[in-house]
T-cell receptor, first 116, second 112 residues
């Protein structure tokens, strides 16, 4: 149980375009989802916390207008990187949470974004 | 200010040896602690978690928690080359909707 599916696993896009990344909880309802970004040889940095039906809470230094997060249902959260630039190239990972237990820390497989 | 600290390594051990990975945290409000293993280009995978002071064993892995010293460790017995990866320590306040905060990770290399 507690499977999180993240799609796509990798994407290459042109500078200035937008990219949407999906994170789905397959066998449980995720009241909270977390989005992380990881640069090479660095740790996972929390970008934002999204709660179903409400606005995401962004960490300091993360541009909310650039990284749009939508958590419209208990099984789906999306991260849209708008007007992507090469410096946005990174590994993006979602984690889904449900009340109680360790479900809250189930991770998706990650999305490798390369902006050219 | 970093909340979770780890030595980046690399930590090198021979096959069959015990690997000891350490982590400290600054937020005394942290309640739960997790060890993840991450292979290059992959998402982290949970090894084990610990809530209470003391030791917790799971197969070849033992997690140790000392809340007074704000210290968490992971021991890997009979290390195998397949254990070579980056090990991430993470902490959370255990409140609903609270994210995991990760350390930078320790790179472990097990030589055969």
């Amino acid at each position: 149980g507690a499977v999180v599916s993240q799609h796509p696993s990798w994407v290459i896009c042109k500078s200035g375009t937008s990219v949407k990344i999906e994170c789905r909880s397959l066998d449980f309802q995720a009241t909270t989802m977390f989005w992380y970004r990881q640069f090479p040889k660095q740790s996972l940095m929390l970008m934002a916390t999204s709660n179903e039906g409400s606005k995401a809470t962004y960490e300091q230094g993360v541009e909310k207008d650039k990284f749009l997060i939508n958590h419209a249902s208990l099984t789906l959260s999306t991260l849209t990187v708008t007007s992507a630039h090469p410096e946005d190239s990174s590994f993006y990972i979602c984690s889904a949470s449900a009340p109680g237990g360790v479900y809250g820390y189930t991770f998706g497989s990650g999305t490798r974004l390369t902006v050219v | 200010q970093k909340e979770v600290e780890q030595n980046s390594g690399p930590l090198s051990v021979p096959e069959g040896a015990i690997a000891s990975l350490n982590c400290t945290y600054s937020d005394r409000g942290s309640q739960s602690f997790f060890w993840y293993r991450q292979y290059s280009g992959k998402s982290p995978e949970l090894i084990m978690f610990i809530y209470s002071n003391g030791d917790k064993e799971d197969g070849r892995f033992t997690a140790q928690l000392n809340k007074a010293s704000q210290y968490v460790s992971l021991l890997i017995r009979d290390s195998q080359p397949s254990d070579s990866a980056t090990y991430l320590c993470a902490a959370t306040k255990n409140q609903a909707g609270t994210a995991l905060i990760f350390g930078k990770g320790t790179t472990l290399s097990v030589s055969s």
